[in-house]
């Protein structure tokens, strides 16, 4: 069980909470959301709307754990006490939509198909939609569904290796050029690339959402999927569900009978910018001009604690021009569902966040995942002249040439 009390209430998270920043109130800090948790976890308060609406109100976005001197493993603590206290009551068209659709890439390209021709085709019809099926229909961005990547992709030249893709839900459905970018990246490298067809979801929104017991059976399944033998690395193209896998050893107990082999599995997991940083990539031959900015991704800065392999590797392409970026690291407000599920919050996240790209005057706004690229690139989308959103994979993509 996790202990509540490594909380020393200095405060110092307060600061980094973007939900704090908006509301002020102590209930959406770090700090508060702690004090609520040991009280229902210690003294079996009954868990009711009032109670849990702060927790609710949480990105996730673990901003709190790198400001934190006395390390509260806060990520785990806030899955715990959904899993045991927090049954997701009221939520039942939720739960449907995660467990049917949203963790199935194919059925989530064709179900958002009637949004993206909304979006393109009958705006006029958009507007009304309820509420949250407008805000998904705002998010959903209009790229193609592409057909699924072999299971194995050869390498080009001399092969140096294999690396497996976790291909992802949403990225996969919404974003699969950017998977598509890794391939031609990686072979073009001289690695092979492993598409296992059996690969499940990750589990993170699950765990997020506090149904551990199907993080798990996902987990497994993904075990089962990735032969580890001769695998440079399990490279994956989205913080969020690379941060759930990194953290697979404690969705079991420590005794576990499978912990050694979780913990192998766990070991190989890399998000795509930390193996273009650890491999000797190919030539980028070609320039891309302008200037671009990045945004750290939450479960990548925070979740993983990558900050530096994205930039370390962007830096490296010819022409282009690096402007830092203000609150880089402060969530957008996209944080999985949360854009949907607390539409207001979301909201506002999203317009500090597009006010501190716009200070940046850059033409390219880069980022490594696809709730980020979801929720700035709705945003963006309504601003004329805005830059153009793209994965950290595809700037190197570019750079290496058609
Ligand atoms: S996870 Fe993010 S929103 Fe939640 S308490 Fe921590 S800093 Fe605040
Ligand atoms: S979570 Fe960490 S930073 Fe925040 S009040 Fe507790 S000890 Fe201090």
């Given amino acids: 069980m996790i202990d509540t009390r490594a909380c020393i209430h200095c405060g110092l998270c307060l600061p980094a909470c973007p939900t704090y920043a908006l509301t002020g109130s102590e209930v959406d800090s770090p700090r508060g959301r702690i004090y609520l948790m040991r009280h229902l976890l210690e003294e079996g308060l009954a ?60 059925r989530l390209q064709l179900a958002i198909l009637p949004l993206a021709w909304l979006r393109r085709g009958a705006p006029f019809l958009e507007a009304h939609l309820p509420r949250g099926l407008r805000r998904l229909a705002e998010l959903t ?27 992802g839900c949403a990225m996969e459905a919404l974003f699969g050029e950017v998977n598509r970018a890794t391939v031609r990246v990686l072979t073009r490298s001289g690695y092979d690339v492993l598409v296992p067809p059996a690969q499940a979801c ?29 695998l440079l690395a399990i490279a994956v193209t989205s913080a969020g569900c690379g941060a759930a896998m990194k953290d697979y050893p404690h969705l079991l107990p420590p005794d576990h009978p499978d912990q050694a082999r979780v913990a192998a599995f766990a070991a190989k997991v890399k998000d795509v910018s930390e193996v ?31 900050r530096r392999e994205p930039r370390d590797v962007l830096k490296r392409v010819p022409g282009l021009t690096w402007i830092d970026l203000p609150e880089s690291d402060v969530c957008c407000g996209g944080a999985g569902s949360y854009a949907l599920l607390q539409p207001d919050l979301s909201k506002e996240l999203l317009e500090r966040k597009l006010s501190m790209i716009a200070r940046t ?16 690139g709705s945003g963006l989308s309504r601003l004329p002249g805005s830059p153009e959103p793209l994965h950290t994979v595809q700037v190197i993509d570019r750079a290496m040439g058609p």
């Fill in 141 to 167: 961005p209009s790229a193609p569904a592409l057909p699924p990547l072999p299971a194995r992709i050869p390498a080009q030249g001399p092969r140096k290796g294999a690396i497996a893709l976790l291909t």
């Fill in 276 to 306: 273009l940083a650890m491999i000797d990539l190919a030539p980028m031959t070609r320039e891309v001009p302008g200037t671009a900015t990045y945004h750290d991704a939450c479960h990548l800065a925070h979740g993983q604690k990558v």
């Fill in 361 to 376: 005057g850059a033409q390219t706004i880069v980022m490594g995942n696809p709730s980020c690229l979801m929720q700035i």
């Fill in 47 to 106: 868990p009711d709307p009032a109670l849990s609406a702060p927790l609710d109100r949480c990105l996730g976005c673990r901003a709190c754990e790198t400001a934190c001197p006395s390390a509260v493993p806060y990520g785990r603590l806030l899955e715990h006490v959904r899993s045991e206290l927090l049954p997701p009551q009221g939520k039942r068209g939720w739960k449907f939509l995660l467990d049917h659709v949203l963790t199935h890439p194919r």
């Fill in 202 to 230: 990750c589990g993170a929104l699950h765990a997020h959402d506090g149904d551990t017991k199907q993080a798990r059976a996902l987990m497994l399944r993904n075990i089962d999927a990735f032969a580890l033998d001769d």
